[in-house]
Structures are given as C-alpha cells and as structure tokens.
C-alpha cells in the first residue's frame, strides 16, 4: 500500500519536474563546463528524455508489486531458516551455508529451506552439516525425486529422537541393502539422542557420502549457477 502510494506521488513529481525543466534550462549557460561532453543541444532532449525515464520508473514500481508476494516468501523462508539454526544453537552464517549447499543440490527455496531446517536439531556440528550436503547430493544423484530430501531430513530427525527407523529413511538404508531391523537394533544400543544423530548421519555417508562427492564434482557449474542464483534472490 505505501508502495501504491508513493508511485502515484512519483506520478506527480515526474509532472512537477517536468514544468521545472524551463527552470533548469535558464541556468544551462552556468552548468555548461559540466556537461561539456553532451550535444549542445541537449536542453531540448531533457524534456523527452525524463518523460521516458517517468515511464520506466513507473513500469518498475508494477514490477515490483507484481513481485511482493514472492519476495515475502522469500524473506519468510530465509526467516525459518535463521530461526531453526540460532534456536538449535548454531550461527546464521552456518545457516546459510548449510542452504547453500543444499539449494545448490535442488535449486528450489522452500525445498531446501525445510531439508536444512531438519538438519539444524539433528547434527552438533559444522562437519556434520557439511556431511549431510555429501548425503543429499549422493541420494539426489542416486534416486532424484523419488527420494525427496526434505521427507529424508525430517525422518532421520524423527528417528533420532524416537529410536526407530521411521519414513524415507527406511527406503535410504534398504534401497542401499542395509536392513531396517538390524539398524533398528544398533539404534536401541545407543544411549541418547546426541548419539542416534551421529550415527545416523555416520551410516548415510558412509553409504552415499562418495556418491555425493562424485555428484558435485560432475555437476559443479549446475550446483554453482544455482547458488548464484540464490545469492542474487538474497541481494
């Protein structure tokens, strides 16, 4: 609304400036070894120009409207995700990183927002985290789609917290010949949380960790077009 409403005042601005041209053109003489680089006779374009450059300005304010909606979930996604890591105890800088990794993998943002938010809980440190951009791009590579991250994230932070293997993580450890039920057991040896987390993510890696490397090596200018991208939607 503020927006709307300073566009329509730029309106009028660009009108009021128009009829101060004559103005500006009555101390042209004065300006001259400013300018003296232009055409002389550049007083006569001024009019014609800035009445373009009204129009422009203008068809920018509507594409910035236009763009509101996604600029907030934007601003919103960057929100949860520097709230799940500072509440969990980590930096907002591990946060983004930690994203950065990941939407170079997915290139999507709310995608990559809820894989890493998941991450922020279940891993103690910046290793970790590191370990887990490995383990993504390794299923990613491996299996796509059909093994969606953020549904992987969620269900090792759940079994990690219950001690029993739940959701997409039981397709990680199957598909890749370990048993369920036999991880199930070594996961009811472990004495807490802290300890089914690390081995959780010490089994994923060791079961896609190389992958995942060989992933970034072959698609570095992917993972990295779309970090750019990401950079330039966080400036």
Same mark, same amino acid.
């Given at each position: 609304a503020d927006l709307d409403?300073?566009?329509?005042?730029?309106?009028?601005?660009?009108?009021q400036f128009e009829e101060s041209l004559d103005d500006v053109a009555d101390s042209a003489d004065k300006a001259e070894s400013m300018v003296s680089k232009?055409?002389?006779?550049l007083k006569?374009?001024?009019v014609a120009g800035f009445k373009g450059i009204a129009g422009a300005a203008a068809g920018v304010v509507t594409a910035f409207?236009?763009?509101?909606?996604?600029? #907030?979930?934007?601003? &919103? +996604?960057?929100?949860?995700?520097?709230?799940a890591f500072t509440s969990a105890g980590h930096t907002a800088e591990v946060a983004q990183e930690s994203y950065r990794g990941m939407v170079g993998i997915?290139?999507?943002t709310d995608q990559s927002v809820e894989a890493v938010n998941h991450l922020a809980k279940l891993t103690q440190s910046e290793e970790e985290l590191a370990q887990w951009?490995?383990?993504?791009?390794g299923i990613y590579g491996t299996f796509g789609d059909s093994l969606p991250l953020e549904g992987l994230t969620e269900a090792?932070?759940?079994?990690a917290k219950v001690a029993a293997v739940t959701g997409p993580l039981a397709d990680a450890l199957n598909? #890749?010949?370990?048993? &369920? +039920?036999?991880f199930n057991n070594i996961l009811a040896a472990c004495n807490d949380e802290q300890e089914r987390s690390t081995l959780i993510t010490s089994t994923l890696t060791r079961l896609y960790g190389e992958a995942g490397q060989t992933y970034q090596e072959v698609n570095g200018d992917l993972i990295a077009s779309r970090q750019a991208q990401s950079d330039l939607n966080s400036a």
């Open positions: 409403d300073e566009s329509n005042d730029a309106e009028k601005g660009a009108d232009l055409a002389s006779g006569g374009g001024l409207l236009a763009s509101a909606e996604a600029s #907030a979930e934007y601003i &919103e +996604d960057m929100g949860k995700l520097e709230t997915l290139g999507e951009t490995d383990i993504a791009a090792a932070n759940e079994t598909w #890749a010949g370990v048993s &369920e +039920d036999a």
